[in-house]
């Protein structure tokens, strides 16, 4: 992630860093809960209308501050008023990676297991429970966690993120096709079009003000908006790079790869009896269920998920180096700076504690950590999307809008960028956050 040869370069690795279990594993079961196609046209409104500029945003801040999360605000604002945006930032980072390696863990489990052919002649009601009973072992998905961390952390540590960029530049596009083919697929399994219709054929009642705010933190979940990490990438594009085009590209991507995952698990939801309310184990219990009926299922599905761990570990790396870089620019002028290795390595327990906090708290071995009735996995995940983040795009929006001096924009629609920021984007964050606090 350090350096980049090519335009083409920093589009693949944003991309890389922003499709991840967002769009596979978050978005299927978030549009499940929240009642289907309504919710999904918010969600592309949303990444359109407020994700464009706020994507654009965190590349120019990036671009034209040549610095990560940590000094672009100061280099930008020429004072140390927006540190504690940086700050908050990396929280949001820590949290989300708290749960999405679990989550990266569950995917790994889910090849090993596919490869050994365990989920053969399983039907819906088997899958769930082996789903429930592996997610309440406690040993089981902390090993997990802690093999995706290393991983991760491996990754950072020899310094390899070339060899991975030029990796999953041929992996990425082959879960892509993947992907497509299982979409068209699934389009025409019997009993199909009961799920097709729930994603196409939009019920604008099931529209709550909570609803909104979900699609929007869903929206910048996925194109990783609000947590400083785009801005590490635009510290990396070339002068003459269009942000626009690049931000336009990656969004597009972004929104296709979410749908193709709708389009797979929904017809199967409805058609092998799930129900689409299942909570984020819908994708782990749909998926093997899909193989089942597709050519050579133990091939398919451990290849798949394979890319799906792939695509996911993409994402925490770009989410962990941006910590490393945190932690070692963070130290560097204290009496105890820390080395890259020496922060790979801090980053990395802390990690693994939040992991295994996480884990226990869903498992039931640490009751404790429930609060408000949820566990901290539900806790971090709901914190992170339905605040964190639109707290992040929100500020972010303010500080380019109000206080860099400089337009960061330029280009054809700059006017309508910079209303977009200051006024638009800030207001209608703010009038979805008090809606669904039923203040308004
Ligand atoms: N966008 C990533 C995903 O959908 C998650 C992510 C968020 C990655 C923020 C980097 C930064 O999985």
Redesign the pocket.
Known sequence: MKSFSSKIGVLLAAAG???????IW?FPYTVGENGGGAFIILYIACSLIFGLPLVMNEFLIGKLSRKSAYGAYRTLDGTNRWQWLAWTTMFS?LL?LSF?FVVTGWCIYYMVQAASNTFSGMNAAALTTFFNTFEKDAFVTILYAIIAIVLTASVLWFDVNKGIERLSKILMPILFIMLIAMAIHMVFIDGGTTGLRFLLQPDFSKITPQVILEAMGLSF????IG?G?LITYGGYMPKDQNVTSTSVQMIIL?IIVSLLAGIIVFPAVFAYGFSPKEGPELTFITLPEVFQQMFSPALTSTAFFFLMCV??IT?TI??MEVMVAFVCEATAKTRHPLGRHQSVVVVSLILVAANILCILSTTGHADCLTIMGHNLFDNANTLVTDFLIPLGAFATAVFTGWFVPKALYQGRGAAIYLILLRWIIPIAIFIVFLNSMKII
């Open positions: 860093s922003a499709v991840g279990l967002g769009s978050k980072v989300i999405y979940f996925t194109l990783s947590l990490i972004v695509a996911a994402s770009s989410m």
